[in-house]
């Protein structure tokens, strides 16, 4: 019974999840496919759909700070996660300031509600990630050259190394990275308000792009970062245990929070 | 049910809302309380449901308390300040959403308590089109039909028309004949004082003793 309630929770989560967040799937579906449109016609249509992905998300090299280096910031990579964490982002606390409050009130649980929204999260990413794979799939599918299609070029034209055993860590870190962000932008929602909360993720983003360093997270996302892309990068098995570790401490965080939180508009 | 509230106290942002306050109240009785604005009322209902804790004292319900045995009440239906609904869904729809949850009524039960409240069930407007009147028996409707044990209403009767309130006055007066405990806040000192078995003031969030019997 009592896991029937979790569940009806979750089912409630995902369906007005959904509906109140139309919009901004939709919208980030066409950015999706305008983002793998331009990255294919950047990089020429002599590549198959991994070299495609691996651009998207390969990141920035290590910004080493000296003379006249410059800065930059990976600007398409930077786009596609943070759009995928503004969608995550206010459903939760809006839900709790309006409608929530009576589902709060039927279901007599902070804790389930908590961890329904939390679910919520990781099945939001996940899927908007899987939406990223099928659209490249599909476009380079369209384009003739396949999904794996040449990935013997990466190293020159990405300076990654891309193999069929490491193309896993492309589709996973990605998606834990996120997952944890959303977990720590939603814990600090709760704690400060919604927008503090994504600053938090831009933030963190950005200065996981100026520095090459195991403890912020954003590095795992960047395959120009990660041990088995490039050499000497981060070992990957560092970033699983951390963002899972960051995930599970703002899940069980958020628990004890929303115990504590009152709840006025 | 039997609630009893010790020596609770509510600050927020450093301003007393709530100020030692000291209850008792069972089953099978309305009990109306009295203040005006800003005195602590909606604050206190709150309490009540759940939804914010006390800062200091206890408010214990058959013995257990919130925040520490049990989040909310075990059985509470509530309608406190404006009712906040789903915008793209009809009312009936909006009620299904919340019943599901528990999984304890049916849809018959839920038409059932809308017409009760004076809407219809098979309006299929969505609620963003609901007057502010048919919002408020929405509201109360929410907060009965579960026929909940103890019921917390907050301005029930605003912006109802006649007939509406005396709607809302029937239903009150059968759920505290099937045992509920209810807690009501009106501004119509009439209206609470003909509906209550007793009526609490509250004034800067002290609770005025010396109640006003009926």
């Given amino acids: 019974m009592r896991n029937n309630k979790f569940m009806r929770l979750f089912h409630y989560d995902m369906i007005i999840g959904f509906r109140q967040n139309w919009l901004k799937l939709l919208a980030g579906l066409f950015l999706l496919i305008f983002i793998c449109g331009v990255t294919m016609v950047y990089l020429g249509e002599n590549h198959g759909g991994v070299m495609y992905l691996a651009d998207i998300l390969k990141g920035a090299q290590e910004y080493i700070a000296a003379g006249s280096s410059e800065f930059t910031l990976p600007v398409v990579w930077l786009i596609l996660h943070l759009y995928i964490l503004f969608i995550v982002c206010t459903f939760p606390m809006n839900d709790l300031k309006g409608f929530g409050k009576n589902i709060l009130l039927f279901c007599a649980d902070r804790k389930k509600w908590w961890y329904s929204k939390c679910l919520w999260i990781v099945t939001t990413v996940t899927g908007f990630i899987l939406v990223l794979w099928i659209v490249m799939l599909a476009l380079s599918g369209l384009s003739g050259n396949g999904f794996l299609g040449k990935v013997a070029g990466a190293d020159e034209l990405l300076g990654l190394n891309i193999n069929t055993h490491n193309i896993a860590y492309m589709f996973l870190l990605p998606l834990v990275v996120l997952i944890a962000l959303g977990l720590v932008q939603s814990l600090l929602s709760l704690v400060t308000n919604p927008v503090l909360g994504y600053m938090a993720s831009i933030v963190l983003l950005c200065a996981s792009v100026y520095w090459k360093t195991p403890w912020l997270i954003g590095n795992y996302s960047m395959l120009l970062r990660l041990s088995p892309f490039t050499h000497g990068g981060i070992p990957v098995w560092s970033g699983l245990i951390l963002c899972s570790i960051v995930g599970v401490v703002c899940w069980l965080g958020g628990a004890v929070v929303i115990k504590k939180h009152d709840i006025i508009n | ?214």
């Fill in chain 2, 1 to 214: 049910m039997n609630i009893k509230i010790n020596h609770l106290s509510k600050v927020i942002k450093g301003v007393t809302v709530l100020d030692d306050i000291n209850l008792e109240l069972t089953s099978g009785k309305i009990y109306g309380l009295r203040g005006k604005n800003g005195s602590g009322k909606t604050m206190l209902m709150r309490l009540l449901c759940g939804l914010i804790l006390p800062s200091k004292g206890s408010i214990e319900i058959d013995g257990e308390v919130m925040g520490k045995d049990i989040s909310f009440p075990r059985s509470v239906g509530a309608l406190i300040e404006n009712p906040s609904f789903l915008m793209e869904y009809s009312g009936f729809e909006n009620l299904r959403i919340l019943a599901s949850i528990k999984g304890e009524i049916d849809d018959q039960q839920i038409s059932n308590t809308l017409s009760a409240v004076g809407l219809d069930p098979n309006d299929k407007r969505h609620y963003r089109k609901y007057s502010l009147g048919m919002k408020q028996r929405l509201g109360i409707a929410c907060a009965v039909m579960e026929s909940p044990e103890l019921i917390i209403l907050d301005e029930p009767i605003n912006a109802l028309d006649e007939k509406g309130v005396e709607l809302v006055k029937h239903i009150m007066l059968a759920l505290r004949d099937k045992d509920a405990l209810i807690v009501v806040a009106c501004h119509d000192a009439e209206e609470l004082e003909y509906l209550s078995d007793e009526v609490f003031n509250l004034a800067e969030g002290k609770l005025q003793y010396g109640k006003a019997p009926i």
